[in-house]
Protein backbone atom coordinates (compact mmCIF):
# COMPACT_ATOMS: atom_id res chain seq x y z
CA UNK A 1 0.00 0.00 0.00
CA UNK A 2 1.35 3.43 -0.67
CA UNK A 3 1.90 5.86 2.18
CA UNK A 4 0.13 9.23 1.85
CA UNK A 5 3.45 10.79 2.15
CA UNK A 6 4.78 8.70 -1.32
CA UNK A 7 1.03 9.77 -2.81
CA UNK A 8 1.86 13.05 -1.90
CA UNK A 9 5.47 13.34 -2.92
CA UNK A 10 4.07 12.00 -6.66
CA UNK A 11 1.59 14.62 -7.04
CA UNK A 12 4.04 17.32 -6.48
CA UNK A 13 6.42 15.99 -8.53
CA UNK A 14 3.14 15.74 -11.29
CA UNK A 15 2.26 19.16 -10.94
CA UNK A 16 6.35 20.61 -10.83
CA UNK A 17 6.60 18.75 -14.29
CA UNK A 18 2.88 20.07 -15.92
CA UNK A 19 4.44 23.52 -15.35
CA UNK A 20 8.37 23.44 -15.68
CA UNK A 21 8.81 20.44 -17.81
CA UNK A 22 5.65 20.18 -20.09
CA UNK A 23 6.86 17.37 -21.98
CA UNK A 24 9.17 14.34 -21.71
CA UNK A 25 11.98 16.17 -23.85
CA UNK A 26 11.77 18.71 -21.48
CA UNK A 27 12.08 16.77 -18.53
CA UNK A 28 15.14 14.59 -20.29
CA UNK A 29 16.40 17.95 -20.96
CA UNK A 30 16.47 18.83 -17.91
CA UNK A 31 17.90 16.10 -16.28
CA UNK A 32 20.71 16.24 -18.82
CA UNK A 33 22.06 19.90 -18.07
CA UNK A 34 21.86 19.12 -14.34
CA UNK A 35 23.91 16.52 -14.49
CA UNK A 36 26.64 18.15 -16.98
CA UNK A 37 26.15 21.31 -14.29
CA UNK A 38 27.08 19.00 -11.75
CA UNK A 39 29.58 17.37 -12.91
CA UNK A 40 31.75 19.11 -15.28
CA UNK A 41 30.41 23.19 -15.08
CA UNK A 42 30.48 23.32 -10.96
CA UNK A 43 34.83 21.97 -10.77
CA UNK A 44 35.39 24.54 -12.95
CA UNK A 45 33.76 27.86 -11.77
CA UNK A 46 35.90 29.09 -9.74
CA UNK A 47 38.76 29.09 -11.33
CA UNK A 48 37.40 30.64 -14.35
CA UNK A 49 36.01 33.40 -12.47
CA UNK A 50 39.48 34.27 -10.58
CA UNK A 51 41.26 33.94 -13.82
CA UNK A 52 38.56 35.74 -15.81
CA UNK A 53 38.62 33.40 -18.78
CA UNK A 54 36.34 31.53 -20.79
CA UNK A 55 36.36 27.58 -20.50
CA UNK A 56 36.73 26.94 -24.43
CA UNK A 57 36.82 23.41 -24.31
CA UNK A 58 33.45 23.32 -21.95
CA UNK A 59 31.90 25.75 -24.65
CA UNK A 60 32.35 23.16 -27.11
CA UNK A 61 30.66 20.33 -24.89
CA UNK A 62 27.92 22.64 -25.02
CA UNK A 63 27.96 21.92 -28.77
CA UNK A 64 28.45 18.51 -28.27
CA UNK A 65 24.80 18.18 -26.24
CA UNK A 66 23.42 20.09 -28.94
CA UNK A 67 22.53 23.31 -26.68
CA UNK A 68 24.40 25.76 -29.02
CA UNK A 69 21.48 25.31 -31.51
CA UNK A 70 18.71 23.99 -29.02
CA UNK A 71 15.70 26.33 -30.80
CA UNK A 72 16.99 26.01 -34.07
CA UNK A 73 14.96 23.15 -36.31
CA UNK A 74 16.83 19.46 -36.32
CA UNK A 75 16.65 19.91 -39.95
CA UNK A 76 19.22 23.14 -39.69
CA UNK A 77 21.30 20.99 -37.37
CA UNK A 78 20.26 22.29 -34.24
CA UNK A 79 17.82 20.56 -31.19
CA UNK A 80 14.24 21.73 -32.43
CA UNK A 81 13.25 22.80 -29.01
CA UNK A 82 11.42 25.82 -28.05
CA UNK A 83 11.58 29.03 -25.78
CA UNK A 84 10.80 26.47 -22.49
CA UNK A 85 13.49 24.55 -23.03
CA UNK A 86 16.16 27.28 -23.76
CA UNK A 87 14.65 28.55 -20.27
CA UNK A 88 15.66 25.20 -19.12
CA UNK A 89 18.94 25.42 -19.68
CA UNK A 90 19.88 28.98 -18.79
CA UNK A 91 18.38 27.65 -15.12
CA UNK A 92 20.12 24.93 -14.91
CA UNK A 93 23.48 25.81 -16.08
CA UNK A 94 23.68 29.20 -14.30
CA UNK A 95 22.99 27.10 -10.40
CA UNK A 96 27.07 26.87 -11.01
CA UNK A 97 28.20 29.17 -13.61
CA UNK A 98 25.91 32.11 -14.22
CA UNK A 99 29.34 33.42 -16.04
CA UNK A 100 29.58 30.76 -18.07
CA UNK A 101 26.08 30.43 -18.71
CA UNK A 102 26.01 34.22 -19.79
CA UNK A 103 28.37 33.26 -22.51
CA UNK A 104 25.85 30.70 -24.04
CA UNK A 105 23.40 32.58 -23.92
CA UNK A 106 25.12 35.43 -25.72
CA UNK A 107 26.08 32.93 -28.12
CA UNK A 108 23.19 30.86 -28.56
CA UNK A 109 20.46 33.27 -27.84
CA UNK A 110 21.73 36.52 -29.11
CA UNK A 111 23.88 35.01 -31.97
CA UNK A 112 22.38 31.93 -32.88
CA UNK A 113 18.79 32.33 -32.50
CA UNK A 114 18.61 35.88 -33.84
CA UNK A 115 20.99 34.68 -36.81
CA UNK A 116 18.89 32.02 -37.44
CA UNK A 117 15.78 33.88 -37.74
CA UNK A 118 16.81 36.74 -39.99
CA UNK A 119 19.18 35.03 -42.66
CA UNK A 120 18.89 33.36 -45.48
CA UNK A 121 19.68 29.79 -46.96
CA UNK A 122 23.07 30.34 -48.24
CA UNK A 123 24.25 32.58 -44.69
CA UNK A 124 22.98 29.62 -42.70
CA UNK A 125 24.84 26.88 -44.39
CA UNK A 126 27.64 29.18 -43.91
CA UNK A 127 28.08 30.03 -40.38
CA UNK A 128 25.64 27.63 -38.77
CA UNK A 129 27.44 24.59 -38.43
CA UNK A 130 30.80 25.89 -36.97
CA UNK A 131 28.57 27.99 -34.41
CA UNK A 132 26.53 24.98 -33.01
CA UNK A 133 29.16 22.83 -32.95
CA UNK A 134 31.22 25.44 -30.30
CA UNK A 135 34.27 25.75 -32.84
CA UNK A 136 33.00 29.30 -33.94
CA UNK A 137 31.76 32.00 -30.54
CA UNK A 138 29.51 34.57 -31.54
CA UNK A 139 27.37 37.83 -30.01
CA UNK A 140 25.72 40.25 -30.93
CA UNK A 141 27.10 43.80 -31.34
CA UNK A 142 23.82 46.62 -30.03
CA UNK A 143 25.61 48.99 -26.95
CA UNK A 144 27.45 51.79 -28.00
CA UNK A 145 29.46 53.65 -25.82
CA UNK A 146 27.05 56.90 -26.08
CA UNK A 147 23.97 54.67 -26.15
CA UNK A 148 22.55 51.90 -24.04
CA UNK A 149 18.90 51.53 -23.81
CA UNK A 150 18.49 54.36 -26.67
CA UNK A 151 19.47 51.71 -29.25
CA UNK A 152 17.83 54.12 -31.75
CA UNK A 153 20.70 56.44 -31.24
CA UNK A 154 23.44 54.29 -32.75
CA UNK A 155 26.09 55.93 -34.38
CA UNK A 156 27.13 53.00 -36.04
CA UNK A 157 27.07 53.37 -39.74
CA UNK A 158 27.30 51.21 -42.91
CA UNK A 159 27.70 53.03 -46.22
CA UNK A 160 27.38 51.31 -49.77
CA UNK A 161 30.34 51.24 -51.57
CA UNK A 162 29.19 48.79 -54.71
CA UNK A 163 30.52 45.32 -53.52
CA UNK A 164 30.48 45.87 -50.01
CA UNK A 165 29.49 48.16 -46.72
CA UNK A 166 31.67 49.92 -45.40
CA UNK A 167 31.06 50.23 -41.64
CA UNK A 168 32.32 52.97 -38.77
CA UNK A 169 31.62 52.96 -34.92
CA UNK A 170 32.24 50.98 -31.72
CA UNK A 171 30.25 48.67 -30.09
CA UNK A 172 30.69 48.50 -26.25
CA UNK A 173 30.26 45.67 -23.59
CA UNK A 174 30.00 43.21 -25.78
CA UNK A 175 29.63 39.12 -23.88
CA UNK A 176 31.86 36.91 -26.00
CA UNK A 177 33.79 39.92 -28.09
CA UNK A 178 37.27 38.63 -27.07
CA UNK A 179 36.77 35.16 -28.09
CA UNK A 180 34.37 35.78 -30.79
CA UNK A 181 34.73 35.04 -34.65
CA UNK A 182 31.06 36.21 -35.66
CA UNK A 183 28.74 38.87 -34.54
CA UNK A 184 25.42 39.94 -35.85
CA UNK A 185 25.76 43.84 -35.56
CA UNK A 186 23.67 46.38 -35.61
CA UNK A 187 23.82 49.69 -37.78
CA UNK A 188 22.49 52.49 -39.49
CA UNK A 189 22.34 52.41 -43.53
CA UNK A 190 21.13 56.03 -44.65
CA UNK A 191 19.46 56.18 -41.19
CA UNK A 192 17.60 52.62 -41.50
CA UNK A 193 18.81 50.13 -38.65
CA UNK A 194 20.49 47.21 -40.60
CA UNK A 195 21.59 43.15 -39.31
CA UNK A 196 24.83 42.50 -40.54
CA UNK A 197 27.51 39.46 -40.26
CA UNK A 198 30.64 40.67 -39.45
CA UNK A 199 33.64 38.17 -38.67
CA UNK A 200 37.06 38.29 -37.87
CA UNK A 201 37.86 37.97 -41.73
CA UNK A 202 36.31 41.74 -42.55
CA UNK A 203 39.04 43.97 -42.79
CA UNK A 204 39.10 46.60 -40.46
CA UNK A 205 37.12 45.17 -37.68
CA UNK A 206 38.98 44.24 -34.08
CA UNK A 207 38.34 44.12 -30.46
CA UNK A 208 39.80 45.93 -27.94
CA UNK A 209 41.29 44.24 -24.78
CA UNK A 210 38.93 42.81 -22.57
CA UNK A 211 37.30 44.57 -20.05
CA UNK A 212 36.83 43.55 -16.73
CA UNK A 213 34.00 43.20 -14.32
CA UNK A 214 32.31 43.31 -11.18
CA UNK A 215 30.74 39.58 -12.17
CA UNK A 216 29.90 37.29 -14.91
CA UNK A 217 33.64 36.72 -14.96
CA UNK A 218 33.50 33.38 -16.62
CA UNK A 219 32.23 35.27 -20.06
CA UNK A 220 35.18 37.47 -21.31
CA UNK A 221 33.84 41.45 -22.62
CA UNK A 222 35.21 43.36 -25.14
CA UNK A 223 34.57 46.74 -27.60
CA UNK A 224 34.08 45.78 -31.19
CA UNK A 225 35.77 48.17 -33.28
CA UNK A 226 34.65 48.99 -36.68
CA UNK A 227 37.05 51.25 -39.07
CA UNK A 228 36.41 51.39 -42.29
CA UNK A 229 35.25 47.46 -41.62
CA UNK A 230 34.42 46.37 -45.13
CA UNK A 231 31.00 44.01 -44.81
CA UNK A 232 30.46 41.55 -48.14
CA UNK A 233 26.96 42.78 -49.66
CA UNK A 234 26.12 39.06 -48.75
CA UNK A 235 26.31 39.51 -44.90
CA UNK A 236 23.70 41.75 -44.91
CA UNK A 237 20.80 40.12 -42.89
CA UNK A 238 16.86 40.09 -43.64
CA UNK A 239 17.57 43.38 -45.90
CA UNK A 240 17.95 46.96 -45.44
CA UNK A 241 15.96 48.11 -42.61
CA UNK A 242 14.91 45.66 -41.15
CA UNK A 243 17.69 45.37 -38.05
CA UNK A 244 14.75 46.79 -35.62
CA UNK A 245 12.45 43.89 -35.72
CA UNK A 246 14.81 41.67 -35.44
CA UNK A 247 16.36 43.28 -31.95
CA UNK A 248 12.84 43.22 -31.01
CA UNK A 249 11.99 39.93 -31.79
CA UNK A 250 14.96 38.40 -29.97
CA UNK A 251 14.61 40.03 -27.23
CA UNK A 252 11.72 38.72 -25.65
CA UNK A 253 13.80 34.81 -25.82
CA UNK A 254 16.83 36.78 -24.48
CA UNK A 255 15.03 38.38 -21.69
CA UNK A 256 13.41 35.41 -20.41
CA UNK A 257 17.10 33.47 -20.80
CA UNK A 258 18.16 36.22 -18.46
CA UNK A 259 15.56 36.04 -15.75
CA UNK A 260 16.27 33.12 -15.96
CA UNK A 261 19.33 33.01 -15.21
CA UNK A 262 18.27 34.99 -12.12
CA UNK A 263 16.26 31.84 -11.21
CA UNK A 264 19.19 29.28 -10.91
CA UNK A 265 21.33 31.86 -8.58
CA UNK A 266 18.22 32.02 -6.43
CA UNK A 267 17.41 28.11 -6.35
CA UNK A 268 21.41 27.31 -5.74
CA UNK A 269 21.71 30.09 -2.63
CA UNK A 270 18.19 29.05 -1.46
CA UNK A 271 19.47 26.14 -1.54
CA UNK A 272 22.66 26.68 0.75
CA UNK A 273 21.50 29.26 2.71
CA UNK A 274 19.15 26.62 4.14
CA UNK A 275 21.57 23.83 4.82
CA UNK A 276 23.82 26.44 6.39
CA UNK A 277 20.60 27.53 8.85
CA UNK A 278 20.22 23.91 9.62
CA UNK A 279 23.42 23.00 10.78
CA UNK A 280 25.39 26.83 11.87
CA UNK A 281 24.61 26.46 16.35
CA UNK A 282 24.02 29.90 18.44
CA UNK A 283 23.38 29.87 21.31
CA UNK A 284 22.54 25.98 21.43
CA UNK A 285 20.32 25.57 18.53
CA UNK A 286 19.97 25.59 14.98
CA UNK A 287 19.84 29.07 13.44
CA UNK A 288 16.85 28.72 11.70
CA UNK A 289 15.33 28.16 15.07
CA UNK A 290 15.53 32.45 15.27
CA UNK A 291 12.94 34.71 13.75
CA UNK A 292 15.24 36.69 11.91
CA UNK A 293 16.58 33.90 10.07
CA UNK A 294 13.31 32.47 9.30
CA UNK A 295 12.78 35.54 7.62
CA UNK A 296 15.33 35.33 5.35
CA UNK A 297 14.23 31.90 4.07
CA UNK A 298 10.49 32.19 4.21
CA UNK A 299 10.78 35.81 1.68
CA UNK A 300 13.21 34.09 -0.09
CA UNK A 301 11.14 31.02 -1.16
CA UNK A 302 8.35 32.71 -1.78
CA UNK A 303 10.35 35.53 -3.89
CA UNK A 304 11.98 32.44 -5.63
CA UNK A 305 8.99 30.31 -6.62
CA UNK A 306 6.96 33.74 -7.66
CA UNK A 307 10.18 34.47 -10.43
CA UNK A 308 9.81 30.39 -11.39
CA UNK A 309 6.09 30.01 -12.16
CA UNK A 310 6.20 34.15 -13.97
CA UNK A 311 9.31 32.88 -16.06
CA UNK A 312 8.35 28.97 -16.95
CA UNK A 313 4.45 30.69 -17.91
CA UNK A 314 5.53 33.13 -20.34
CA UNK A 315 8.10 31.02 -21.99
CA UNK A 316 5.36 29.16 -22.83
CA UNK A 317 3.76 31.70 -25.01
CA UNK A 318 7.23 32.85 -27.25
CA UNK A 319 8.19 32.07 -30.11
CA UNK A 320 9.39 32.82 -33.77
CA UNK A 321 5.89 33.77 -34.84
CA UNK A 322 4.40 34.61 -31.62
CA UNK A 323 5.06 38.21 -29.76
CA UNK A 324 4.80 38.51 -25.99
CA UNK A 325 6.65 42.00 -24.80
CA UNK A 326 4.60 42.65 -22.31
CA UNK A 327 4.93 39.11 -20.54
CA UNK A 328 8.87 38.72 -21.08
CA UNK A 329 9.25 42.58 -19.85
CA UNK A 330 7.43 41.38 -16.73
CA UNK A 331 9.56 38.36 -16.00
CA UNK A 332 13.06 39.79 -16.18
CA UNK A 333 11.39 42.79 -14.31
CA UNK A 334 10.59 40.80 -11.76
CA UNK A 335 13.02 37.95 -11.59
CA UNK A 336 16.46 40.00 -12.06
CA UNK A 337 16.33 40.95 -9.03
CA UNK A 338 15.26 38.06 -7.41
CA UNK A 339 18.99 36.39 -7.65
CA UNK A 340 20.59 39.15 -6.03
CA UNK A 341 17.97 39.78 -3.22
CA UNK A 342 18.34 35.70 -2.42
CA UNK A 343 22.09 35.96 -3.13
CA UNK A 344 22.32 38.59 -0.44
CA UNK A 345 19.60 37.00 2.11
CA UNK A 346 22.23 33.62 1.64
CA UNK A 347 25.35 36.08 2.77
CA UNK A 348 23.77 37.52 5.74
CA UNK A 349 22.32 33.96 7.02
CA UNK A 350 26.00 32.65 6.61
CA UNK A 351 28.16 35.61 8.37
CA UNK A 352 31.47 35.98 7.14
CA UNK A 353 31.63 32.76 6.00
CA UNK A 354 29.01 34.03 2.96
CA UNK A 355 31.42 37.06 2.40
CA UNK A 356 34.08 35.26 1.66
CA UNK A 357 35.42 33.60 -1.60
CA UNK A 358 36.15 30.04 -0.07
CA UNK A 359 32.05 29.85 -0.80
CA UNK A 360 29.84 30.69 -4.02
CA UNK A 361 27.41 32.66 -2.47
CA UNK A 362 29.87 35.51 -3.03
CA UNK A 363 30.52 34.27 -6.74
CA UNK A 364 26.79 34.38 -7.46
CA UNK A 365 25.98 37.92 -5.22
CA UNK A 366 28.91 39.48 -7.97
CA UNK A 367 27.19 37.44 -10.99
CA UNK A 368 23.38 38.18 -10.39
CA UNK A 369 23.66 42.09 -10.44
CA UNK A 370 23.98 42.17 -14.00
CA UNK A 371 20.80 41.15 -14.30
CA UNK A 372 19.13 43.94 -13.50
CA UNK A 373 21.10 45.77 -16.21
CA UNK A 374 21.92 43.23 -19.83
CA UNK A 375 19.15 42.60 -21.52
CA UNK A 376 17.21 45.57 -20.79
CA UNK A 377 17.43 47.45 -17.77
CA UNK A 378 14.51 47.09 -14.89
CA UNK A 379 14.10 50.84 -15.76
CA UNK A 380 13.43 50.10 -19.57
CA UNK A 381 11.06 47.27 -18.54
CA UNK A 382 8.88 49.41 -16.13
CA UNK A 383 8.99 52.10 -19.08
CA UNK A 384 7.82 49.20 -21.99
CA UNK A 385 5.05 47.47 -19.45
CA UNK A 386 3.58 50.75 -18.72
CA UNK A 387 3.56 52.15 -22.63
CA UNK A 388 2.09 48.78 -23.68
CA UNK A 389 -0.30 48.70 -20.36
CA UNK A 390 -2.11 51.95 -21.34
CA UNK A 391 -2.03 50.69 -25.35
CA UNK A 392 -4.14 47.88 -23.70
CA UNK A 393 -6.56 50.05 -21.56
CA UNK A 394 -6.80 52.97 -22.80
CA UNK A 395 -6.72 51.88 -26.78
Known amino acids: MTSPARTEAAAEKSAFDALFNPTDEHRM ?5 RD ?5 VEPQAEKHDREQTLNRPLFERLGELGLLGITIPVEDGGAGMDAVAAVIAHHELSKSDPGFCLAYLAHSMLFVNNFYHCANEAQRKKYLPKSIS ?3 VGGMGMTEPGYGTDVLGMTTTAVDRG ?10 YITNGPDGFCFLVYAKVEGKVTS ?3 DRTCPGFTSSQPIHKMGMRASTMSELIFENCEVPKENVLGGIGNGLTHMMRNLEIERLTLAAMSLGIADRCMDIMVKH ?6 F ?15 DGYAKTEAARCLIYQVARTVGPNSRARLGSDAAKLYAAPVGKEVADAAMQVMGGSGYCSEYPVERLFRDAKLLEIGGGTIESHQKNITKDLTKVVCG
Not at 163 to 172: A, D, E, F, R, W
Open 29 to 33: LRDMV
Open 36 to 40: FTTTE
Open 196 to 198: FLV
Open 134 to 136: GEW
Open 163 to 172: SHYVLNGTKT
Open 277 to 282: AAERLA
Open 284 to 298: GQPINRFGQIQRYIG
